[in-house]
């Protein structure tokens, strides 16, 4: 049975930082699309980062690029998200999602909410100006 478990996020000012973190339990990844995701309220669920596991290649949205960093630790089973210079529209609930096919990454779909089998139960992230 595969779950993924979240922690990290909280409240923090703007232009502070946060580590996210997604241990994935149920099933060892190796080449596998795993990405993050976030809602705001009243928005719909989008794309922030994606990393295929296989080659550890990754995808940014333009919103985050040069301030998030997404990364893994294939010996922990978990995947890292490091938000930096963190801006109040950064706020919404992030998840992480699990594509065990690894199509998502390389199709070039990865922001695609479809995509992906499993999901995180979500965390809250607030940024305050």
């Known amino acids: 049975q595969v779950q993924l478990v979240q922690s990290g996020g909280g409240s923090v000012q703007a232009g502070g930082s946060l580590r996210l973190s997604c241990v994935a339990f149920g099933y060892t990844y190796s080449t596998y699309c795993m990405g993050w995701f976030r809602q705001a309220p009243g928005k719909e669920r989008e794309g922030v980062a994606a990393?295929?596991?296989?080659?550890?290649?990754?995808y940014y949205a333009d919103s985050v690029k040069g301030r998030f960093t997404i990364s893994q630790d294939n010996a922990k089973n978990t995947m890292y998200l490091q938000m930096n210079s963190l801006k109040p529209e950064d706020t919404a609930m992030y998840y992480c999602?699990?594509?065990?096919?690894?199509?998502?990454?390389?199709?070039?779909?990865?922001?695609?909410?479809?995509?992906?089998?499993?999901w995180g139960q979500g965390t809250q992230v607030t940024v305050s100006s």
């Open positions: 990393i295929y596991t296989g080659g550890g290649n990754t």
């Open positions: 999602a699990s594509d065990p096919w690894g199509y998502a990454c390389y199709s070039g779909s990865w922001f695609t909410t479809s995509e992906y089998n499993y």
